[in-house]
């Protein structure tokens, strides 16, 4: 398999995990930061034998899955190389569309290659995903609260947009007072994705935390995933996706389809 993103945050837990799974084998890696030099070097550490190419298109001779964490402005590239060559792909990048998966499904199954997706590839992530699905089976009224880093670029983040997307595909939110019809500034109602508001916050000390609210007269439902400040929780459901998506044609998207498979 390759690693796209390996000296990135969440590569460099994926990297030592991989290595010690006696059923996976890391072929090569992509940072351009790094391009040219032996992993296992570029990480501080003692040579691993993994290449580390600049770009995904470099790497995938001998692949059979890419793992992709890197950008929101080089994933739908790098997944729709990948597929292009025949290579299954988990991806755990933020910032793709539901008009992007869309194109990526579409050439996943004319390749009948699998393609993982999920906003976030946490364990209890996709248990708060599931509960929340199952909640708006129930409930009509729901929006979504976005925590992240001050320095996180892409709003709202992947595992809040997943969610919305998702609630939108159960049944679309009922909206109290119109938006078109607010007085003042509409932004501050947040953004419309799913057909749910989704108020994103930017500050220091969040790694990244979804909160969906669910209502109804005199009462209210909090379901809320709040993620550590290591990468450590991602790696579990990644390998998870890694190990299942050679089975699957298409895109499955949300870690919690697998779990609950």
Not at 179 to 199: M, N
């Amino acid at each position: 398999m390759c690693i796209a993103g390996a000296t990135g945050w969440t590569g460099r837990a994926l990297v030592p995990a991989v290595l010690e799974a006696p059923d996976l084998a890391l072929t090569s890696a992509v940072s351009r930061s790094a391009a040219g030099r032996d992993l296992g070097e570029a990480l501080g550490g003692a040579a691993l034998r993994v290449p580390v190419r600049a770009s995904v298109e470099d790497a995938l001779d001998g692949v059979d899955v890419l793992i992709d964490y890197t950008s929101a402005t080089a994933v739908k590239a790098n997944a729709m190389a990948a597929i292009e060559a025949g290579v299954g792909v988990v991806v755990g990048t933020s910032g793709l569309t539901a008009t992007d998966l869309a194109e990526i499904d579409l050439a996943a199954r004319e390749r009948s290659v699998g393609v993982v997706a999920s906003g976030n590839f946490s364990v209890t992530a996709a248990m708060c995903q599931a509960a929340a699905l199952l909640a708006a089976r129930h409930l009509a009224h729901w929006e979504i609260i976005d925590y992240a880093s001050d320095a996180k670029p892409d709003v709202p983040s992947g595992t809040a947009r997943e969610l919305a997307e998702r609630l939108g595909e159960v049944r679309q939110p009922e909206v109290g007072y119109p938006l078109r019809d607010l007085h003042g500034p509409k932004e501050a109602r947040g953004a419309t994705v799913g057909g749910a508001q989704i108020h994103s916050l930017r500050l220091p000390s969040f790694v990244i935390s979804t909160e969906v609210v669910f209502a109804r007269p005199d009462e209210r439902l909090t379901i809320r995933h709040d993620a550590g400040g290591t990468a450590g929780p991602y790696v579990e459901g990644t390998l998870l996706a890694v190990r299942k998506v050679p089975e699957l044609v298409g895109l499955t998207r949300g870690l919690d389809n697998l779990l609950l498979a």
